[in-house]
């Protein structure tokens, strides 16, 4: 500071005053940035916790059904419904099988501008197929099912693992998750160049699903694979699955966009799934799969595998005895207390200082009503054991009647099915943990957890130097654990909510090592800052959740009752969180969380009535139906829904009134919740809108104003808010004020979950809460269909 | 979201520096003592350690219930707090960059550190603020460059990298270049 001496003072003076001021924005910042970080994760938390739930319901349902197939005699309806879906997969000839699904006598018309394939597909045609995708084209179902046939024919030659080289110096590209955002995989080949000779590309599965072009994307691979069968490598994903699909909207998309023809895609689809290839393996030292591996995986195991035989995952190999090994029964589950950081991988139950509610996380069903006690479930395994016992040969005969073919295996062959379904199921479920050692994957219900230790022996056994698998998202795209001998790939972007993720891809050439490119579709994120796009995602996180807290507004009133015995109609605000933790079960920092959820307290007091008031986003209006059936419907629509869509054996979209009236049994069965024959018949008579004795299943949904995706854009809605933005540069209002809550912003705001279907599905629209309502835009009316 | 601050303690324990307005040096300073933890008296409600247990948890990517060194100073910002990070270096006692990385604190350790932000009298308030960036305010009418607030950031004190700055900046700067600070006060403040 070589000032003259006069000013040196005075010159000090200024360089000290903007050193603090500096330091003080600095810290200031830091400071933002630190708890827009804790915004960032509980978000992510809250998406999780309820994608993961929601998967929790389908194995439950899964597991009830099957319960009642094996319990209920022969002739009851109910079992008649659902027992298709346990039915062994028909081992047809391939002449049968080319006539149900030949396509030679579908016409297409002349109008029809989609693209026109030819056999053997050329690397233009798939080019042409990728364009006309692009432009929102739709293949015609006779080339789809032409494709598919093409594509079925390749599958069953190839073997379980298939085998890459990286030589000639190719370097090989490999994806993650794609669940039918279309936009990420046109981004990837925009960037990377589609599959050729000289591009070769391995996908790891989860194609399906949540998105809304899953179909088009599998028709894209499938038609690469059929131009470059030696460049092109598909493993199989946990949601190439048929029951998984019936929840996660892929059975939906394709009934929707192929209306005659739908059936049999899905039926064609289901063998092609099961065909897949289970991993890839990269010049015997990379290891691609699409969930991860367990204690047990042996890959030698892995390659002789019937692999077509393990249809659903869901679904165990046929037995012989009528015992299911039912995925991970409830009792288990509620035994088996589980510490588990949602946040990082798990953690063993232990003493974490006088409450580890945070950690904990027992999985009970978030019904108390549908969990089984003890008691019960001894009930039922006895039950069963008496069946097996004792009528042996009245259990085989019904068993045979399930299946309309019978099973060449004999009975020796039920342990090998059984030892090759875990492997299956292990190679396609299991996630990471940072512990050392293997435990199963009770929140999945399928696969396990497995450790760093397991990885290293695993590495060594089969003297391979890295595993890559998918099957988690990532916010960067991919993560490596396990000392970077495990990386996870995920290439859908946006998946939780736009902004929330990216996605990515990886490069290896012939030294085997990783280069990343990771991207996110949607450039209207791009036009966000980060701060922005936490803000929005969390906003989206936190309608969801208060959508479910209001959902479940009956047993939360009953646990805050507990709390409040004198019932004044207040709680503590610590009682509040305990008590929302007990009924959701979704093991979400509560208390950080509260100032988002629960604006009014008064001394640290709430008042839970006018808590719900303000949550309600609709009053309900219906005198009709009784008011818990349809807070219950609601709550459940997710598996109502599935249930229907079981219901519905020829995939029409629509079922009878009887068929509607046993399916409401079958959900009051499983909720162990009466519904009175009369309300039912209340609620049938209403939703007749046809008035031809059968109900739209769609029709039906949309009583409880659960819009369907593929009709809504997803750009408008992020527009939208990107322009609401604008309007103010330099506010940031709290989330609880009313800046998204008109209505139209709203409106679209959630139809561009752009596909993401978190559990119990956000894409009601719902406008936030707190007075600002105007129009009755709003859902999630507990209406009954007009 | 900030936990109630609660300065019970009215006697801090030991420091070697007694600086509770932030003004380091560019260069690196001598080391200063390492502060004694196990001198701090703990003294929240249950309420507040339900909070903060509840926040530490959320920093835990790992899943043993413990948090990096290099992720305690955001913890404590998350929670409300504002130490600058040569505060929190002398309250984990200078540890090298490797300890940083790899070593880690369970939330009982966690708390007396966090006792100790909250008994170090350095808040900060809107006009604490305001009148930092008024230094910068040449013409004295409410607005200051973006362009020498950046350099300012990125040299002095705790310096910011680029991305840091853009970040911050974004948005703030109208077509002349001037930040209207009062604005941009109020506007990092509302997080």
Known sequence: ?786 | MAPKKDAKKPDPPKKAEPAPAPAPEPEAPPKPAAVDLSAVKVDFSQDQMEDYREAFGLFDRVGDSKVAFNQIADIMRALGQNPTNKEVLKILGNPSADDMANKRVDFEGFLPMLQFVINSPNKASFEDYVEGLRVFDKEGNGTVMGAELRIVLSTLGEKMNEAEIDALMTGQEDENGCVNYEAFVKHIMSV
């Open chain 1, 1 to 786: 500071m070589g000032c003259g001496v006069t000013k040196t003072s005075e010159f000090n003076k200024r360089c000290d005053r903007a050193m603090k001021a500096a330091v003080l924005i600095q810290r200031w910042y830091r400071q933002y940035v630190a708890r827009m970080e804790m915004r960032r994760r509980y978000t992510w938390n809250i998406f999780q916790s309820m994608e993961y739930s929601d998967l929790q319901d389908q194995i439950k349902l899964y597991n009830f059904l099957g319960y009642l197939v094996d319990n209920f005699t022969p002739s009851s309806s109910e079992r008649n419904l659902i027992s298709h879906i346990f039915r062994e997969n028909e081992v047809c000839r391939d002449a049968e099988w080319e006539r149900y699904f030949s396509y030679t006598n579908i016409d297409v018309p002349d109008i029809y501008s989609g693209p026109r394939l030819t056999f053997p597909l050329d690397m233009d045609q798939a080019a042409d197929l990728v364009e006309a995708f692009k432009n929102k084209q739709q293949l015609h179902s006779r080339y789809v099912l032409q494709l598919l046939l093409e594509t079925w024919k390749l599958l069953r030659v190839l073997p379980n693992i298939n085998r890459v080289s990286t030589c000639h110096s190719k370097e090989i590209t490999i994806c993650g998750d794609l669940h039918g955002q279309l936009e990420d995989l046109l981004l990837i080949f925009y960037k990377n160049g589609m599959p050729s000779l000289e591009k070769p590309y391995v996908f790891n599965g989860d194609y399906v699903d949540r998105g809304k072009d899953s179909i088009e994307i599998l028709l894209i691979l499938f038609a690469f694979l059929l131009v470059h069968p030696g460049d092109v490598y598909l493993n199989r994903g946990n949601h190439e699955d048929h029951i998984i699909n019936l929840r996660y909207g892929f059975t939906k998309e394709v009934l929707g966009k192929y209306k005659m023809h739908g059936k049999r895609i899905l039926k064609l689809l289901q063998k092609i799934f099961s065909w897949l290839p289970l991993v890839t393996v990269i010049d015997h030292r990379v290891l691609v799969v699409h969930g991860g591996i367990s204690d047990t995986t042996d890959l030698g195991l892995i390659a002789r595998v019937d692999r077509h035989r393990y249809v659903s995952a869901l679904r165990p190999p046929k037995k012989k005895n009528a015992s299911r090994s039912n995925l991970y029964t409830d009792t288990a589950i509620n035994e088996m207390i589980f510490c588990k950081n949602r946040r990082g991988s798990l953690t063993f139950p232990k003493q974490f200082g006088s409450r580890d509610s945070f950690q904990r996380r027992s999985l009970q069903d978030f019904s108390s009503t549908v969990a089984r006690t003890v008691e019960e479930e001894l009930e039922v395994r006895r039950r069963q054991a008496e069946f097996s016992l004792s009528s042996f040969s009245m259990s085989h005969r019904n068993l045979n009647s399930l299946s309309s073919e019978s099973d060449p295996d004999s009975s020796e062959n039920t342990e090998t099915s059984n030892e090759e379904w875990k492997q299956i199921l292990d190679l396609l479920w299991s996630d990471p943990m940072s512990q050392d050692g293997c435990i199963p994957n009770e929140i999945r219900g399928g696969g396990c957890y497995w450790g760093p230790d397991v990885t290293e022996d695993f590495l060594n056994r089969h003297n391979l130097q890295l595993i890559i698998r998918s099957h988690e998202c990532k916010q960067d795209g991919y993560e490596f654990c396990h000392n970077r001998k495990v990386l996870t790939l995920f290439s859908a972007s946006n998946y939780y909510d736009v902004g929330s993720n990216r996605g990515a891809f990886v490069r290896l050439g012939p030294d085997l090592v990783p280069y990343f490119v990771q991207y996110q579709a949607t450039s209207m994120t791009r036009g966000l800052s980060f701060p922005q796009s936490v803000k929005r995602t969390e906003h989206t996180a936190l309608k969801v959740l208060r959508e479910q807290l209001f959902a479940h507004k009956s047993q939360l009133i009953s646990a805050f009752q507990e709390f409040d015995k004198e019932k004044t109609g207040l709680i503590s605000l610590n009682n509040w969180a305990s008590a929302v933790e007990q009924v959701l079960h979704l093991d979400l920092p509560w208390r950080v969380l509260r100032p988002q959820l629960v604006s009014d307290t008064t001394d640290s007091m709430l008042n839970y009535y006018c808590w719900f008031r303000d949550l309600a986003l609709k009053k309900p209006s219906s005198e009709n139906v009784e008011q818990t059936l349809l807070e219950t419907l609601y709550r459940h629509r997710s598996t109502l829904e599935t249930i229907f869509r079981i219901v519905d054996t020829d995939n029409s979209g629509l079922i009878s009134f009887e068929d509607f009236r046993q399916t409401l049994k079958l959900l009051s069965a499983y909720l162990k919740m009466e519904i009175s024959d009369e309300a039912i018949n209340d609620l049938v008579i209403s939703t007749d809108t046809n008035n031809d004795g059968s109900i739209d299943i769609d029709e039906f949904m949309e009583a409880f104003r659960l819009v369907d995706r593929t009709r809504l854009e997803s750009s408008r809605s992020l527009q939208m808010f990107k322009q609401e933005n604008q309007d103010q540069p330099q506010e940031e209002e709290t989330q609880q004020t009313a800046d998204y809550a008109s209505p139209q912003t709203a409106v679209s705001q959630n139809a561009d979950s752009a596909g993401q279907q978190t559990a119990d599905s956000p894409d009601s629209q719902a406008a936030d809460s707190a007075g600002s309502q105007t129009e009755d835009t709003c859902h999630n009316s507990l209406v009954p269909p007009q």
